[in-house]
């Protein structure tokens, strides 16, 4: 069996999040607007995020709320 500081980081690990819009869309990541536009993928430390889309020539937002999961990744898709 694994030992307790394998266990403990593997478990910090980061997962993939995979993030597309329809427009495209500038992304935030638990209220830090980024520099990153979609499609991106994103590599989060494991656990609940909150994920804002933001168009700015139309003013569309959207926000989701993901959980990341260690080593997985996770698929965002939202169109307008």
Do not use: C, M, Q
Not at 26 to 44: K, N
Not at 51 to 80: A, Y
């Amino acid at each position: 069996p694994p030992s307790a500081t394998e266990t403990s980081s593997s478990s910090n690990l980061p997962g993939t999040l995979y993030i597309e819009s329809e427009p495209w869309a500038y992304v935030s990541v638990d209220g830090v607007l980024r520099e990153w536009v979609t499609p991106t993928r994103l590599e989060l430390p494991p656990g609940p995020h909150r994920i804002g889309l933001f168009h700015p020539s139309s003013g569309w937002r959207v926000r989701r709320d993901v959980v990341i999961k260690t080593g997985e990744e996770l698929r965002l898709s939202v169109k307008r």
